[in-house]
Each structure stands twice: as structure tokens, then as C-alpha cells.
């Protein structure tokens, strides 16, 4: 059973948008916070951005100003808005869901949804 489902990735010709959207288990509980990541071929997963329970955002350089994240703390859904995209914007987007257990850090990943940006 998977804990964390993402949707709304495509092929997208530079300049266009997509909606990302990630929807976590109800099992789930003590949500600390949930984010988008990418990996590009041959690189590292790196945040893109991450909004905490209290609603703090956190961005990465490269996309802040053209993608914004919000989430919808009853259904436990966080969403990516993404604008004005670029070829560098090419990547699997993986949505990462942490709990905060008894002090310790849990990590639910799903398994990454494709984003390509070419004309």
C-alpha cells in the first residue's frame, strides 16, 4: 500500500505550467511538514520547496517566484504550482511527507511523478 501518491506530472514546452499535486495517508499522523523533490538524470535529489504545519515555506533559489506550494492540512494534500517553466525544471518530482514521532524523524517518499520541459 502506497502512503504517498503524487499526480500531475507531463510534458510541458518552456514558458508553460503545471500543478503538482501529492496525497499522503490518512495513517499518517504527526505531519511535521511536506515538500516536493527533484532529481535530475545523473544528479541528486534536491528540495524544490516544503511547507511546514504551521504553513512555512521554504523555497529553492531556482524556483522561487515562478512555483508556489500550499497544502490542505485536513486531507493531508500538498500541492505545487509550478509557472513559467524551464528545461532545467526537467525532472522526477518526489513528494516527501515527515513526521515528527517521540522526538525522532520519519521520511515517507512516493514514488516520484516525471516533469519535462522541451519544446
Known amino acids: 500500500v502506497q502512503l504517498v501518491v503524487e499526480s500531475g506530472g507531463g510534458l510541458v514546452q518552456p514558458g508553460g505550467s503545471l500543478r503538482l499535486s501529492c496525497a499522503a495517508s490518512?495513517?499518517?499522523?504527526?505531519?511535521?511538514?511536506m515538500g516536493w523533490y527533484r532529481q535530475a538524470p545523473g544528479k541528486e535529489r534536491d528540495l524544490v520547496a516544503l511547507i511546514t504545519a504551521g504553513g512555512g515555506t521554504n523555497y529553492a533559489d531556482s524556483v522561487k517566484g515562478r512555483f508556489t506550494i500550499s497544502r490542505d492540512n485536513a486531507k493531508n494534500t500538498v500541492f505545487l504550482q509550478m509557472n513559467n517553466l524551464k528545461p532545467e525544471d526537467t525532472g522526477l518530482y518526489y513528494c516527501?511527507?515527515?513526521?515528527?514521532?517521540?522526538?525522532?524523524?520519519?521520511?515517507?517518499w512516493g514514488q516520484g511523478t516525471q516533469v519535462t520541459v522541451s519544446s
Open positions: 516527501n511527507v515527515r513526521q515528527v514521532l517521540a522526538g525522532d524523524i520519519y521520511n515517507n
Open positions: 490518512r495513517s499518517l499522523f504527526s505531519i511535521n511538514a
